[in-house]
Every structure is written in structure tokens, then in C-alpha cells.
């Protein structure tokens, strides 16, 4: 059986379509598929379902471990990112340590930052610890920030 290796993103790609900068989703972008209300209609369609998981790997773009000056995203903490035509979003992830001071707050910061996309209903963080985390699953962006390159 295969190790998951964690999602890397290219280094030059700017955010995906429909956020800011800083992981808040564009009003247009969230209301593109909402009704007037605010609500959505489940199931998504598969592009939309496309467009939330971008919008998810922006929003964990702006989560860190408060001892390191790296998003995890970019430290390759995250294995793996589900999203759900039912607008449930699936994270399995995992930490520099088992002993990472942070180890509590990480996830309860990936569940908030994640669920505040309106798109997205309920957010599962998974910590695993297979395969453990290495230097190898940093990006070159983490790797030059961390003077590791």
C-alpha cells in the first residue's frame, strides 16, 4: 500500500478564483451558487465541489503552527482534503511531533477557518501519524522561509 504524500501546490499559483488573499471568500464567489437566502442547494454540483476544495486549501493556507513562521499547508501537514457534495469537508493532516505543543489548537484553527466557507456544512479533522512527518513533505516555499534551501 501506497504512503499519502501530502497536497503540494506550485509555488508561483496564485489563489484559487473567488478568494482574497488572505483565505476570506469573495461575496460573489460564495453567492454564484447560493440561493437568496444565503443557503445552498445540496448536493453540490461537481464543479462547485471544485471550486469549495480550493477555497479549502486557501483557508488552510492561513493556518500555523504558532512556533514556526510557515502555513501547514506549505509545511505539508496535510495529507488529504475531501469534499463532499453534501458540503461535508473530510481533512486528514498531521502534526510536526506527536509532542507539537500545538497539537490541540491546530485542528480546532483548521475546523474554524475551514468552516467559515459558507459552501462547507461540517469540517472532520483527522490527525494521523502514518506516514510521519519529514522535512521532505515541506514545499520549496517552506524550505527557503525556514533557510532549509
Not at 482574497?20 to 454564484?32: M, N, V, Y
Not at 488529504?80 to 493532516?93: L, N, T
Request: aromatic share 6%; with cysteine.
Amino acid at each position: 500500500m501506497s504512503q499519502p504524500e501530502p497536497i503540494q501546490q506550485n509555488a508561483t499559483s496564485s489563489p484559487p478564483e473567488g478568494t482574497t488573499p488572505t483565505g476570506g471568500i469573495t461575496p460573489s464567489a460564495a453567492s454564484e451558487q447560493a440561493n437568496p437566502d444565503g443557503t445552498f442547494n445540496y448536493p453540490l454540483a461537481p464543479e462547485h465541489v471544485e471550486k469549495v476544495k480550493d477555497r479549502v486549501i486557501e483557508a488552510l493556507q492561513n493556518v500555523y503552527d504558532p512556533e514556526i513562521p510557515v502555513n501547514i499547508f506549505e509545511l505539508g501537514l496535510i495529507y488529504d482534503v475531501q469534499v463532499q457534495p453534501s458540503g461535508d469537508v473530510q481533512i486528514k493532516m498531521t502534526l510536526t511531533s506527536p509532542a507539537c505543543p500545538a497539537a490541540q489548537e491546530i485542528p480546532v484553527d483548521v475546523r474554524v477557518k475551514v468552516g467559515r466557507i459558507p459552501e462547507v456544512k461540517q469540517v472532520d479533522v483527522q490527525i494521523v501519524w502514518d506516514p510521519p512527518w519529514g522535512p521532505n513533505f515541506m514545499s520549496e516555499v517552506a524550505k527557503v522561509t525556514l533557510g532549509m534551501m
